[in-house]
Structure formats: structure tokens, C-alpha cells
């Protein structure tokens, strides 16, 4: 029962294979229509093969459409190449080996497989009644034939049937009913033994075991009945071409003696679509000797739609784009071959190519990482490349993500570097089990960015990294838990839109830029935090990083256009920009490149926070020029830090402008708040109570000097 | 005398009970092994047939003649066995095909149609 559930999503792919063929073969036929019937007959065996053979061959000319199986989008939950068996218990032991209670063990594989039980129950039954009908006509067939005599050689004349008919399989007997006269009998010998000769028996045998299989379809049925009729037909022709035109009324009239009752033929003993006697004449009333272009011209069609219909389109579905590393448990290991429960619940079967020396031997029951290297044309994956891995789980997706793009990128030895990563996401699937809205396998499309780092005298050097669209697929467990079970990249050059297009939804192109700026703030954190250095040598570095990219710039403006990023970074660490910045400016003599792009930087971050800034500033002049004057013309120092930090905290900004007690000049006072019910008098009792010692809001006057903060 | 008529199979049986007459039934279940490959039950079944139709009789193991060969075939020049539809099929299958009975109509349409092949 478990190796069937596990066939049925093959057969489906091979039935709607099978379907598209039959509807080109009904087109055919039709353009058929006036040729010899034996190439429409022909063209019946495409079918026949694509139903009863699912091996398939790729080629480029192939018009096989991709089937839902075949391109991955059906749930792949069971795969031809699964031992069910040993899948089901490995499963079992899965999940027992995580400690998870038996009763959930039960609740998955229910939840999981009841669908397939009863569809497969019902393939069974549908089949059994085809065994049985068949094996009940044939035995029928059998008991009317005993009685009867020897005509000559195999041509024996029975008593009880009606129609003739060629039974037995190896050695196959032609049976005539007793109302035939001299004439007619020898123009159905030469019939049936034509049928012989080409094998129909067996033939039919075989197309009735297809329509055993795929009794579910109804295009099945019309393709058995209309390919006995052009068997039938096609017979009726060779017959003719043998005996010449002239016997085609003689030979008809023999239909018509044998019309009343029907005919059976070629050991199968199902009369329908057959003996259609009316079909039959009028198809000899139109015979005629094919002409030479006729015939030449169906050869090529039936050949074309021979090469055509019989291979498989080099699809995704045989090739493996990109490169795929699977996760899971090893369930099997011998010489030439290592079998993995993989995490998303498929067993796969992983055949060592050459070079396999580096493939440790006792990985069985452990977790391991798995390069699927390529896929042959009968599905088999090939790895090179095994390695164990922990198994570990995470709560979460994000860490998840974070923890199987470092473990990918990072196998350098190096403890110096230290790998950062960032994923933007384009698209996220889910896959729930059949028959339950919880999911349990994740998959995520979008770009890894990453980037290796080491410290060097106090800054951030980088150190080899990658940004590359990548596909992972994650296993939720019962818990909630995730575990990585595909790892999968696009491979290089003109592999790689080949690969995307195959793997990732059609409406997603990754673009490798459009996101790299947020994911390299992300990886530069990360790295800051990493190797625990402040903010400070960060802007410092990306500072010099700007100066030294001068000798590429044609002057001071290009310069920053051309370190845009940079810029953006610094604008990113905005008020610890502008305390570094400062506090570089209160030191005094920045007239340098450095104090220049200083300047630039600050002026940048001041206006994004709302600061007018000095009109007609000339690049030119120096950075600590630009200091003093914006000192001179804002009359006080922002300290960087605490505008912001105010600007963060308090949503309103207000600038009140009077006069304080105990003093005759107007004082502008600006202040943040988090309402906007406030009055000057609010603020002046807030001073007040400043001045008193007691801290309530921070508040700063703008007049340097008379600042009012927790830090000054 | 309606049930006289006899298959081919059934008319070769026939003859060689009157040729052979008066024969023991466990011979005629030897000669037909013989002669056509029957097994014993199909002898007897065949045998069984002549019998009900009143062409022969069988008492004690030992088959007589009942009418003769020259009678019978006065009476019935030809072993012509009238056609008839077995219609062993379930009928849901016969809908499938095209299979079916031809009608008057039909079979002189086909008539015709032959006629015109000779042409």
C-alpha cells in the first residue's frame, strides 16, 4: 500500500503526459485522415509507450509540456525514487530520535497520508474490476472455443462463436466461427494472420494492461477504442494491397456476413470499438493505392511527432539547475551510494561519482550536508561531497536564515575573520502537509549578502565576500522549530539566469544591487558589534576610506559623488558622525582633504535633520572654516548626540522666543516635547526648576554656553 | 425438428459416430483427443448436444444412431447456423463502441456501397 501511495503522483504525471500525447495524436489523426491507416495505428503507439513506460528521454525538440510534478510545483511530499517503507520508518524513528511523543508522530503521518489512502484504494478497486472483467471474459472465450476443429495449421473453426479471433499469446490461434463461406474465410485468415504477424495480439494485451492502469481517464478510453479501429482498419488495408483493389467488394462482403455479430480479436477479449463493420467498409470504399508523396509526406509527419511526443523537454525537472546542498540524516551507506532522509521529508538517494575519497564511510545516523552534484535522465543525483553537520534547531526564522548562510559561507580557518551575512527577502512559500493548515516546510527566496571581515589597527578591513541569490528551504518541526533542509545557489556565467528562471517564481528577478546598501549596513553592524569596536573607528575609517579615494577623483565634488556609499554609511551613523566630526573641528586646524570631507558630511547630516544650512558655502575654503562659520551663524553648537537624541525621543520641536526672569535680552528657547499642549510660561518653570538642581525635561537654550542637559 | 442443426465442429463429431456406430462414449472421448485435441469433458459436452437434438442415443455407455447420415443431410442440405447477437458483453461497455447490430437500412446502404466497389 505504501509503495503504491508512493507511486500514484508518478502516475499522474505520467497520465497527463499521456492525455497531451493522446489530444496531438486525435489532431494527427484527423490530418491523417485520407493516409493509409497504419500510420494513424502507428501513431497509437506513442501513447501506448508513454503510458506503460515512464522512463524519460530529454531532448530539445521535445513539446511536452512541463507537468505540474515535473516542474516541483505539486507538493513533492512522495517521489518515485522513495522506498516508502523505509521512508515511513525512518520517519517514525525521525522522529522519535527528536524526542517528540509518539502521538505526534501519529498525528503527522495521519494528517499526512489519508488523502493518498483513499485515492489509492480507489486506483486498486478500479483495477481489480478490469482484472476481474477481463479474466471473466477470457475464461468465456476459452469454454466457446474447446469445441472445435482443425482447418489447417494454427486456423481452427469453432462451433459457438460468432466472430473470429486470434487467442493465445506465444503461440497464438486463429479461431473462425462456423458461418463463414470458402471465399470469405480465406479473406479473414489472411486478416488475421496479418494482425499476427504484427504482433496485435500482444499489442493490444499491452494497450489493455495501459487502460488497466489508467482506467481513471476517460481520453484513455477513446484512444483504446479508436486504436483498434485503425488496427483494424489498417489490417483491412494490407489485406487489399496484398489481394489488389479489385477484391475490396468481395472482402466487404465478408464484413457484412460477419456483421451481425461482432468480432474479437488478438486475445483480449473486448469486442467494443471493434467489429465496427460500417467504418470499416466505407474506409475500403475510399481506398485507394497511396501516391508516393502521400506516403513520404506521413512518414515525416508520423517521425517528427515520433521524436516530438516520445522525449522529454530538458526541463527542470531532469536537469539540476543551480547547485543544491541537501540537509538531513543519513539512513544508508554503502560503496557506491548514501541514502538521506533529507529535512524537507523526501529520502534521497545520492550515487558517489568519481572522486568520492573525501566522503567519510560511518556517516549513517548522522546529520549531514549533501552536494547534489547533477542529475541523470532517470533522476539519480551524484554528490562528491558530504559532510557532517550539527543538527541544530532554531526558533526562529530570521536566526535560521542567519545561522545556514554562515555555516555555508565560513569554512575559512582563519579566526582573525569574522563572517557576516544579511538576507533580503523576495518571496516566501510555505507548504503545508495535505490536510492541515499548519506549515512544515519553509522556503525563502531572496539574496545572501556576505561579507568576511578582520580587525586591522582598530579598523574594518574587508575580507572576501559574496552577494548571491539563494534559495533556502527549512523544515518546521513540531515545536515550531527550524532546521535547514536546502541550501541552493545559481551556478556561475551563463548558467546562472538559466538557473534563477528555473528555481525562483516567475514573478521574482533577484537583483543583486537593488538591496545592497541596506544589506551592507546590516553586514557592517554586525561586524561592528562583532569585533565589539565603537562607532567611532568606524567613521574614521570610512572618513579615510573617502580620502584615500581621491587620486581617482577629478575634484573635491566627483569625489563625493563617487563615495556615495560611503557617505550614506556615515549618514547612517548620523549623531555619532557629527560627535566624531566636532570633536575633530574643536581640535582645531582641520584645513586638510580630511576636514573638507568633514564638513561636507556634517553639513549633509544637519540638513537631513532639518538644519538650515549656510547658503553660498564655497568647497573650497577649509573644513575648520566651515566649523567657525557655522558656529558664527547658528550661535551655538548643536551637540550632535543630544539633538538627535532629543529629536528621537520627543516627536515636537519648538522654538519660543521671549524674555527669562532675570534677564533684559529676548532668548530663543528651543525644546522637544511629546505633546504640543505647551506654553513659554511651561518652559520657563522648567528652567526654574533646572536652576534649582532638580532635572525635569532636557532643554537647551540656543545660546551656547547656556545649555541645559543631564550630560553637560 | 428446428434443433437438427449442427456446427461444423458438432458435424464432424457427428460423422465419425456414424462411422464408428455402435461405439462406447469413453471411445468417442478418445478419438476426439485425437483427432481435435478435446479434452474428455468437451467429447461428452459435444456428444451430450447430438443426443438432446434426438440424432443419436446413448444407453449404457454405448452410442446408436438414432437417424442416419443420409437422412439428416436430406433433410438439411446446408449446416447453416442461423447468426445471432450473442450479446455476452455488459451492456455499458457496448455503449463505448460501435459496436451494435446493423440495421435493414444500414446493411442495404453497406449493399450498395459494396456494389459500388465492383464497379
Known amino acids: 500500500m505504501k509503495e503504491i501511495m508512493n507511486f500514484l503522483p508518478e502516475l499522474l504525471r505520467i497520465n497527463l503526459v499521456a492525455s497531451f500525447v493522446i489530444l496531438i495524436v486525435l489532431a494527427a489523426r484527423l490530418i491523417l485522415k485520407r493516409a493509409p491507416k497504419v500510420f494513424s495505428y502507428a501513431l497509437w503507439a506513442i501513447v501506448l509507450i508513454r503510458l506503460l513506460i515512464p522512463v524519460s528521454i530529454p531532448s530539445p525538440v521535445s513539446v511536452i509540456p512541463d507537468t505540474p510534478a515535473a516542474s516541483g510545483a505539486v507538493i513533492n511530499s512522495a517521489l518515485p525514487e522513495i522506498e516508502f517503507e523505509t521512508l515511513w520508518d525512518q520517519k517514525q524513528n525521525y522522529y522519535e530520535s527528536q524526542n517528540t511523543s509518539s502521538e505526534n508522530v501519529q498525528v503527522y503521518v495521519s494528517r499526512t497520508m489519508e488523502p493518498m489512502v483513499y485515492l489509492s484504494l480507489a486506483w486498486l478497486v478500479g483495477i481489480a474490476g478490469m482484472f476481474l472483467y477481463s479474466g471473466i471474459s477470457y475464461l468465456k472465450i476459452r469454454k466457446k472455443v474447446q469445441i472445435a476443429v482443425p482447418l489447417r495449421d494454427n486456423i481452427w473453426i469453432a462451433d459457438d462463436i460468432k466472430s473470429p479471433f486470434v487467442i493465445g499469446f506465444l503461440k497464438p490461434k486463429i479461431y473462425l466461427p462456423n458461418n463463414l463461406g470458402e471465399q470469405e474465410q480465406e479473406y479473414i485468415i489472411l486478416h488475421e494472420q496479418h494482425h499476427i504477424r504484427r504482433l496485435d495480439h500482444v499489442i493490444k494485451t499491452l494497450a489493455f494492461l495501459a487502460l488497466t492502469i489508467h482506467w481513471f481517464n476517460p481520453l484513455v478510453w477513446i484512444a483504446f477504442v479508436l486504436a483498434c479501429k485503425d488496427m483494424e482498419m489498417s489490417c483491412d488495408e494490407a489485406v487489399i494491397c496484398k489481394l489488389g483493389a479489385e477484391v475490396r467488394a468481395d472482402y466487404s462482403a465478408s464484413l457484412l456476413t460477419l456483421a451481425t455479430g461482432h468480432r474479437i480479436i488478438a486475445g483480449t477479449p473486448l469486442a467494443f470499438g471493434e467489429g465496427d463493420t460500417k467504418g470499416r467498409i466505407k474506409n475500403l470504399a475510399k481506398w485507394k493505392k497511396p501516391a508516393i508523396w502521400v506516403l513520404v509526406l506521413t512518414i515525416i509527419i508520423c517521425l517528427i511527432l515520433g521524436v516530438c511526443l516520445l522525449t522529454d523537454r530538458v526541463s527542470r525537472q531532469n536537469q539540476h539547475v543551480g547547485t543544491t546542498f541537501y540537509y538531513g540524516n543519513v539512513t544508508e551507506q554503502s560503496e557506491d551510494r548514501i541514502v538521506v532522509l533529507c529535512n524537507d521529508g523526501t529520502q534521497r538517494i545520492f550515487y558517489y561519482e568519481v572522486g568520492n575519497e573525501d566522503i567519510p564511510i560511518d556517516l549513517t545516523g548522522k546529520q549531514v550536508k549533501i552536494r547534489a552534484r547533477l542529475q541523470d535522465i532517470t533522476g539519480n543525483l551524484f554528490t562528491t561531497q558530504v559532510s557532517q553537520v550539527p543538527d541544530i534547531r532554531f526558533d526562529t526564522l530570521d536566526e535560521a536564515i542567519q545561522n545556514a548562510i554562515l555555516a555555508h559561507h565560513s569554512h575559512r580557518q582563519d579566526q582573525e575573520i569574522l563572517d557576516c551575512a544579511s538576507f533580503f527577502t523576495y518571496s516566501s512559500e510555505g507548504r503545508s502537509p495535505a490536510g492541515s493548515s499548519k506549515v512544515d516546510l519553509v522556503t525563502e527566496y531572496g539574496i545572501v549578502y556576505h561579507q568576511g571581515y578582520r580587525l586591522e589597527g582598530g579598523k574594518l578591513v574587508e575580507d572576501g565576500g559574496c552577494n548571491v541569490p539563494t534559495v533556502l528551504t527549512f523544515r518546521v518541526d513540531d515545536d515550531g522549530q527550524y532546521i535547514l533542509a536546502e541550501y541552493w545557489e545559481p551556478r556561475d556565467g551563463s548558467y546562472y539566469p538559466e538557473d534563477i528562471k528555473a528555481k525562483y517564481p516567475a514573478f521574482v528577478w533577484p537583483n543583486t544591487q537593488k538591496n545592497l546598501f541596506e544589506q551592507k549596513i546590516a553586514v557592517f553592524n554586525q561586524a561592528m558589534e562583532g569585533f565589539n569596536v565603537g562607532s567611532e573607528v568606524i567613521i574614521d575609517h570610512l572618513i579615510t576610506d573617502i580620502c584615500d579615494r581621491e587620486r581617482w577623483a577629478s575634484g573635491f565634488v566627483d569625489l563625493m559623488t563617487m563615495c556615495e556609499l560611503q557617505r550614506e554609511i556615515l549618514g547612517y551613523y548620523s549623531t555619532n558622525t557629527l560627535e566624531y566630526c566636532f570633536n575633530q573641528f574643536e581640535n582645531g586646524n582641520q584645513n586638510d582633504l580630511r576636514g573638507q570631507v568633514m564638513a561636507y558630511v556634517c553639513s549633509d547630516i544637519l540638513e537631513s535633520m532639518g538644519q538650515k544650512q549656510i547658503e553660498g558655502w564655497s568647497w573650497q575654503r577649509s573644513g575648520q572654516d566651515w566649523y567657525d562659520n557655522y558656529l558664527e551663524h547658528n550661535e551655538a553648537v548643536p551637540d550632535g548626540y543630544y539633538v538627535q537624541e532629543m529629536g528621537r525621543t520627543y516627536k515636537y520641536k519648538y522654538e519660543l522666543t521671549g524674555k527669562i526672569p532675570g534677564s533684559n535680552e529676548d532668548t530663543t528657547i528651543v525644546f522637544y516635547a511629546d505633546t504640543t499642549d505647551i506654553t513659554f510660561e511651561d518652559v520657563v518653570s522648567v528652567l526654574d526648576g533646572f536652576d534649582s538642581g532638580e532635572k525635569a525635561l532636557d532643554i537647551y537654550i540656543e545660546d551656547r554656553g547656556a545649555f541645559a542637559s543631564d550630560n553637560s | ?119
Open chain 2, 1 to 119: 425438428m428446428s434443433d437438427l442443426r449442427m456446427g461444423t465442429a458438432e458435424a464432424r463429431f457427428a460423422d465419425i459416430i456414424w462411422e464408428k456406430e455402435p461405439v462406447t462414449s469413453g471411445q468417442l472421448a478418445q478419438i476426439g483427443l485425437a483427432e481435435f485435441n478435446w479434452k474428455r469433458t468437451t467429447s461428452h459436452t459435444v456428444l451430450n448436444r447430438l443426443c438432446d437434438r434426438g440424432l443419436f442415443k446413448k444407453e449404457n455407455g454405448v452410442v446408436t444412431s438414432l437417424i442416419s447420415r443420409e437422412e439428416y443431410y436430406a433433410r438439411h442440405s446446408e449446416a447453416y447456423v442461423e447468426e445471432t447477437f450473442g450479446g455476452s458483453l455488459p451492456a455499458f461497455l457496448a455503449a463505448f463502441g460501435t459496436r451494435k447490430q446493423l440495421s435493414d437500412a444500414e446493411v442495404d446502404e453497406l449493399k450498395k456501397l459494396i456494389e459500388g466497389m465492383r464497379r
